[in-house]
């Protein structure tokens, strides 16, 4: 959600802002701007919309200055025109902004009363402008900053640049994540460290309460009291990774088809491949002594995180509370210290996930991060990091993330059932031997399933609503999928429990709608069947998405299409049956000509609650 940059130096820095704010599009955005000080007078170019638009402005009109500042804003205080984009001016003070000011309002009214002209509808301009009263009121900068940030409340990560003071970025974080990168005659700032990996691989984070001066020559952090910190120095991997769509059209199509690889990368963290078991980093928590074990997430993680629960209780039996994070950091749930809780989430920065992180610290509970970003603010606040090893996700709908979250959760349910003494040896190696088949398995169902899942899709981008059904570890993902359908081609779709069909959604089920069943061959199968035939026998057109044994079981069942997929053991149905639900959103997305990587009012990483 929104991206910050800035750059200090002696060379022109617009152009290179610009392309850095690119790589942080995965975020989601619906403006972009940039700032940049020269010869004490600060100059700004916006744009409505991708960043292609403010490129252009750029191009008829370019920006010199080697200190400036850019965003891509996803609006939250008004609406996501060119006057609302950041930077924001305030009498020689220029300002961007991820999170929300909670007391913007009340500062407001207040500046008002006392004259002050606001231009914007947005929560930003009030810190820029109460910046500027401090400065009229005698402060200096520094001590302006500080005033400020005393003054504000609400999650935030800033970037300022005064015109009275050259060579200079000042920036805060509460909340949203914040990376100062370190380079040769040039500092530089971004909301993580995929935005500076073209600049450099040295970050330091900024922690919750930070503030920093930024100058050519280093960074000064302090806390709020204006006391001088100091925090560590990192190599980043980030600037590994190169973020292209190589020769797919989307990065959702290129992440789709990445899974096998990415899959593999994962394994070989979990899994002892010579002697088939489950690696020491898959419990570098203590299972024995866990009594219970909570999950908290957001969106597809706290999906995964549903499927997850079912692999804990059934191979580790241990009780699991698995919650939306949400609603997870305001129950005041009782949690023994001795449990456990795990937290899902691609970015790491995730603010829900990481305000219920904190309620379980404050509870003395062990902390599992279960992340992408081994970097990341989630990951530093946990005991134990479980990374994903997914690479960049850049399309805002997230696949092959899930299905690493998935492949490492079930790499720790097996460990923590060896653990609990619940999963033998034979059992365990078994398992494994199944998780280790993945790769192949999944580049194969890739391959087969495109032509047909194709065609389904034109089909269905003519529809209006769609209902997926599934039971056991299919029910997740049957939310899942419906979850991915409606992100990208803004279909509405519902995901149920195939047992909930007739206690209400069997009452929306005509001729036209598409009822989509995940149906693997399980203990589940012949109740899925029989509720599949509930919706037949109403007219609902039946989408089957079930293996040869399940195909094989069903006879001539009439549906508007059965997709095929291998049969496999039930460990591994959810990572090979995601891969259909994927393509077919995918597909009926591009048949609609929605933008697909980012799609209207989705942010990558939602870091304000």
Request: aromatic residues 6%.
């Amino acid at each position: 959600m929104c991206g910050i940059v800035g750059i200090v130096g002696s060379d022109a820095v617009a152009e290179r802002l610009v392309d850095a704010l690119k790589r942080l599009e995965y975020r989601g955005y619906d403006s972009a701007g940039v700032a940049t000080l020269r010869n004490g007078v600060l100059d700004r170019r916006r744009a409505e919309g991708k960043l292609v638009n403010l490129a252009r402005r750029l191009a008829e009109t370019p920006l010199m200055g080697s200190t400036g500042i850019a965003h891509t804003r996803w609006a939250t205080h008004g609406a996501p025109t060119e006057t609302n984009a950041h930077p924001h001016f305030a009498d020689g003070i220029a300002i961007v902004h991820n999170g929300i000011i909670e007391n913007f309002a009340e500062i407001k009214q207040e500046l008002a009363a006392e004259g002050v002209l606001f231009q914007t509808q947005t929560d930003t301009e009030v810190a820029g402008q109460l910046l500027a009263k401090f400065i009229r009121q005698g402060l200096a900068p520094r001590e302006a900053m500080q005033a400020m940030l005393r003054r504000v409340t609400g999650a935030y990560a800033l970037a300022v640049i005064f015109k009275d003071l050259p060579e200079t970025i000042m920036a805060a974080r509460n909340g949203p994540p914040l990376a100062i990168g370190h380079g040769q005659g040039e500092m530089y700032l971004g909301s993580d460290a995929i935005a500076l990996a073209p600049f450099t691989n040295e970050i330091t984070y900024l922690a919750d309460g930070d503030w920093a001066v930024l100058t050519p020559h280093g960074v000064e952090i302090f806390d709020i009291e204006g006391r001088a910190l100091a925090r560590p120095r990192t190599t980043s991997m980030a600037a590994a990774f190169r973020v292209d769509k190589g020769n797919h059209r989307h990065f959702m199509e290129k992440e789709i088809h990445e899974q096998p690889e990415v899959i593999s990368h994962a394994l070989s963290a979990y899994i002892d491949f010579i002697e088939n078991k489950v690696s020491p980093a898959a419990t570098a928590i203590d299972f024995s002594r866990v009594p219970s074990l909570a999950i908290s997430a957001c969106g597809t993680a706290y999906l995964a995180g549903l499927i997850g629960k079912y692999w804990f209780e059934r191979y580790a039996r241990l009780p699991v509370e698995a919650d939306v994070a949400s609603e997870f950091r305001y129950r005041n749930i009782p949690l023994p210290k001795e449990a456990a809780a795990f937290f899902i989430s691609q970015s790491g920065e995730t603010a829900d996930t990481l305000a219920s992180l904190r309620y379980c610290r404050e509870n003395g509970l062990a902390i599992g991060a279960v992340v992408n970003a081994r970097e990341s603010t989630i990951a530093r606040e946990s005991d134990a990091i479980f990374p994903i090893l997914a690479g960049p996700e850049i399309g805002v709908a997230s696949t092959k993330a899930f299905t690493c979250q998935l492949t490492v959760l079930a790499a720790m349910a097996i460990g923590a059932g060896r653990m609990r003494g619940t999963v033998s040896e034979t059992e365990e190696q078994a398992l494994v031997r199944h998780l280790v088949e993945m790769p192949r398995l999944m580049a194969g169902v890739l391959k087969s399933v495109q032509p047909q899942v194709e065609g389904l899709a034109r089909d269905l981008s003519r529809c209006r609503d769609v209902l997926y059904l599934g039971r056991g570890t299919s029910f997740p993902l049957a939310m899942e999928g419906a979850l991915k359908l409606k992100e990208i081609s803004y279909i509405h779709a519902e995901g149920y429990a195939a047992g909930e069909l007739k206690h209400g959604p069997i009452a929306l089920i005509d001729e036209n709608m598409p009822v989509i069943v995940i149906a693997p061959f399980d203990r589940f199968f012949e109740k899925t069947v029989s509720n599949m035939q509930e919706a037949a026998a109403r007219g609902g057109r039946i989408v089957l998405i079930t293996d040869t044994k399940g195909a094989a079981a069903c006879g001539d069942l009439q549906t508007m299409a059965t997709i095929l997929l291998p049969d496999v053991d039930e460990l591994i149905q959810p990572m090979i049956f995601s891969l259909p639900i994927q393509l077919l959103a995918y597909h009926t997305a591009v048949f609609m000509g929605t933008d697909v990587d980012q799609p209207r009012n989705l942010a990558k990483s939602v870091t304000v609650e």
